[in-house]
């Protein structure tokens, strides 16, 4: 082996870029280089290929539109869910969920006994979604006018009306009805149900009911008819008191509606979706002081001699006379609630408290109660009735024409005198104004010319002028009862004041109401003021029973076997309500009984009487009589069975 190292070879290194302009350039006349070609695949003989055009672009293209859209989408779905979102959120929840109120159920109305005189039943309030009556939900063009054709003999509407309400538009709930009975529904449920099963099988038929629901309200019925119907009331189509103790309690009846909300598909509720539902609350049943069967008894009697006496109307109350509550308050003509559209308008109130008319004779008691009260006269006075008298510009006479009656003052009113009361009510005062004032304060502290207190709707305080605007003949028409006005709730009350001893105790109608958790609350305690002593009203009985019981007396007919009756009849001139002139007559009757001891007062009278006799003692009187009667029995109140009074009607001069 040699020591010495073999020769190394020459390794080629990497090659070097070539700088641009390191090349040489050929020289002028040298030949071109020739490029080099690079080996590739051996050509192969056969026809020439085709080759494509590139796809890149078209993808590029195509990428590019995809994400125009894409971008699109993206900025829609930004407004939809965050610029717009509580808008949309809104519309779909408006669309989705559906409100509506829960009806309170009306409280009852019963008499003092718990008998029911206004109730409330189960009904339907016929709805309906209009969404589903459209060209599109029901794949025909006049589905409403079909619908319209089935429904509107069932509901007793016009066909034009109910296919109106049923092309309402941008609402999904109409009210076709309200407070139907249950079998209407029925009638509109069985229709609906052979609609769908035709349409099941015949893929032709068209159900156009599917859109129709109910809603469960109740409606008010009254079941006594027309009885009590001007105390009452009625219930109008928006559930609200219309008119009487329906209107005046109308907050304490009907409760507080309630409310749900739920979410709905097709007109229907979607019981999984949950809902928010705020109960409703019962109204409080309202229990009165009337006597049914009391109540009846005054009803058929003013009808009956309303109807004979072909007048225009007339009312009759019974009070009880310690208590101040109302037994009765019965108006003829009267109405049925069932029913209002064929009531007569102008019988559609409480004429018993709405009307106010001039009293005539039956206001004599408080002349008389001022003249005692105030020491001037007694009973036994004596009175020289003339056959006229001369008082300011009138020339005044008594009902007949007579001589002169030597009557006691006890006698004036027996026979009903108005020559006679002048006399006596001009003794009040040292001149004719003192005595006015005089007997003014009395009138006032009797009642008239203030609300009764009962708060009835449209009742009437009558008319009373104070004593300096009196014309110079109310001066003396008024201590007789013409020339001021009153109602009949007023004129009872002031004969159930004498009968209470002198203290007038404001009348009621509401005994207490109660609540839907059955407690009983009961009436404010009412109002009393003392109007005349005790003896004056002693007195002033004794004298009332002279006008009944004494031959001479004007109130024969009202008349009671058994019993001591005060009593008091009235014919006064009365003013048309339509030429505001005097025509006709207001004939009355009031009274109480037993006249020793006083339980119940009833109070009767009559406008316009046309046929037969229109004197009070004469139609009136027999009406108080059957009511009286009526009332007694049905209190069980007994006869005293002490001897009356009799006092003297006349004297020899």
């Given at each position: ?232 009331g009625w219930v109008n189509a928006d559930g609200k008191g219309g008119g009487g103790v329906e209107q005046q309690l109308n907050k304490v009846l009907s409760g507080k509606d309630g409310k749900i909300r739920y979410a709905q598909s097709g007109g229907r509720q979607v019981p999984t979706a949950g809902s928010t ?377």
């Open positions: 082996m040699s020591d010495r190292e073999p020769p190394r070879r020459r390794v080629p290194g990497p090659a070097r870029p070539v700088r641009p302009g390191s090349q040489r350039r050929p020289g002028p006349g040298a030949r071109p280089a020739r490029p080099v070609r690079r080996p590739g695949p051996p050509r192969q003989s056969g026809p020439t290929v085709l080759r494509l055009g590139s796809p890149r672009p078209r993808l590029r293209m195509v990428g590019l539109a995809l994400a125009l859209v894409m971008v699109a989408f993206v900025v829609r779905l930004l407004q939809v869910q965050a610029v717009d979102a509580s808008t949309y959120a809104a519309k779909a929840e408006q669309n989705r969920y559906v409100g509506r109120t829960l009806a309170a159920e009306r409280g009852g109305i019963t008499d003092r006994d718990g008998v029911e005189l206004a109730t409330s039943v189960d009904a339907y309030d016929i709805t309906a979604d209009p969404t589903m009556f459209t060209a599109k939900a029901t794949k025909t063009s006049d589905a409403p006018e079909q619908a319209a054709a089935l429904l509107a003999p069932i509901l007793g509407q016009d066909t034009d009306t109910v296919a109106r309400k049923l092309r309402t538009k941008h609402t999904q709930y109409v009210r076709l009805a309200r407070r139907l009975t249950p079998q209407v529904w029925n009638q509109i449920k069985d229709l609906k149900t052979a609609l769908a099963t035709k349409s099941e099988t015949d893929k032709t038929t068209v159900n156009v009911l599917a859109g129709v629901f109910s809603e469960p309200t109740t409606k008010r019925v009254y079941p006594n008819s027309d009885l009590a119907a001007g105390i009452l539902e705020t109960p409703a609350v019962s109204g409080s049943d309202v229990e009165l002081t009337i006597d049914r069967d009391i109540q009846w008894a005054a009803q058929n009697a003013i009808t009956e001699q309303v109807k004979k006496s072909r007048a225009d109307r007339g009312y009759v109350i019974v009070q009880d006379t310690r208590t101040g509550q109302i037994l009765a308050m019965a108006n003829s003509p009267g109405f049925d609630p069932n029913d209002l559209s064929q009531a007569n308008s102008a019988a559609m109130g409480n004429a018993a408290l709405q009307d106010a008319y001039e009293p005539g004779s039956t206001a004599k008691v408080m002349s008389m109660a001022a003249v005692l009260e105030e020491n001037v006269a007694t009973p036994a006075t004596h009175v020289v009735v003339p056959n006229r008298l001369h008082r300011g510009d009138r020339l005044f006479q008594d009902d007949i024409d007579h001589k002169t009656w030597n009557l006691t003052l006890n006698g004036v009113l027996a026979k009903s005198s108005n020559i006679g009361t002048i006399l006596a009510a001009g003794q009040l005062g040292k001149t004719q104004r003192q005595a006015n004032q005089v007997l003014y304060s009395y009138l006032r502290k009797f009642g008239i010319g203030s609300a009764t207190g009962l708060g009835f709707p449209g009742e009437t305080s009558g008319i009373l002028a104070a004593p300096d605007k009196w014309s110079t003949s109310q001066q003396y028409t008024i201590p007789f009862g013409q020339g001021m006005s009153i109602n009949a709730m007023q004129a009872a009350s002031v004969y159930s004041t004498i009968a209470n001893g002198g203290v007038r105790v404001e009348p009621t109608l509401v005994r207490g109401t109660k609540g839907p958790d059955g407690r009983f609350t009961p009436a404010a305690k009412p109002k009393k003021t003392r109007v005349v002593s005790e003896k004056t009203a002693k007195t002033l009985a004794q004298m009332l029973e002279s006008v009944v019981d004494d031959e001479q007396g004007t109130g024969a007919k009202a008349r009671i076997p058994g019993y001591r009756i005060a009593g008091k009849t009235g014919t006064a001139n009365r003013v048309d309500p339509a030429t505001g002139k005097y025509h006709g007559y207001t004939s009355s009757f009031a009274g109480f009984a037993p006249a020793d001891k006083p339980r119940v007062t009833v109070y009767c009278a009559i406008q316009n009487a046309t046929k037969g006799n229109y004197f009070g003692g004469q139609i009136c009187g027999p009406i108080y009589k059957q009511v009286m009667e009526f009332a007694l029995k049905t209190l069980q109140v007994p006869p005293t069975g002490a001897p009356p009074a009799r006092l003297p009607v006349d004297f020899t001069p």
